[in-house]
């Protein structure tokens, strides 16, 4: 699979997955356990799907941590989904960051075929039935308000 770094425009993709159930997945987290995708149900879920050579991913990371802790304590789980055969790399930059959300390893691209990720960073969001609601590729400065403004606006319902 060949993923692109995408830096121009994160518009949310007129994706055919938006409107559907998100596929289930189970990953190992960086915090020891394994994730299962159906088990957050109930909850609004952001998957962030990157890699540590993306640099849009590098500069999007902690703005995505500040999402993740303003709003956690209101329902909303934030899943960085490494993408790397080895996570290495991945992690050390986790750890210069000081990002705090959790992030799964998608060694095996699982997760990241289920979700047809072809540009890094992918976000996609998810409501607390389950289903896809938004999908952006790419980052561009100031799309953490667009990803903010989803996030609130499915938290309220």
Not at 121 to 139: A, L
Request: glycine letters at 8%; aromatic letters at 8%; charged letters at 25%.
């Amino acid at each position: 699979m060949l993923l692109l770094p995408l830096s121009l425009s994160a518009q949310a993709a007129n994706s055919e997955a938006v409107g559907t159930k998100a596929p289930d997945f189970t990953l190992k987290s960086n915090q020891g356990d394994n994730v299962r995708l159906a088990e957050q149900r109930g909850q609004v879920v952001m998957l962030n799907f990157w890699a540590s050579w993306c640099a849009p991913c590098r500069k999007e990371m902690p703005l995505l941590d500040e999402l993740h802790q303003r709003y956690e304590s209101a329902g909303f789980v934030l899943y960085g989904v490494n993408v790397e055969s080895d996570p290495s790399a991945g992690d050390k930059l986790i750890k210069d960051l000081g990002v705090s959300f959790p992030i799964l390893y998608d060694t095996d691209s699982i997760a990241s075929q289920a979700y047809s990720v072809d540009a890094m960073p992918t976000t996609v969001v998810i409501d607390r039935d389950g289903v896809i609601r938004y999908v952006n590729r790419g980052y561009r400065g100031g799309d953490e308000e667009k990803y903010r403004t989803q996030v609130k606006e499915l938290i309220r319902e």
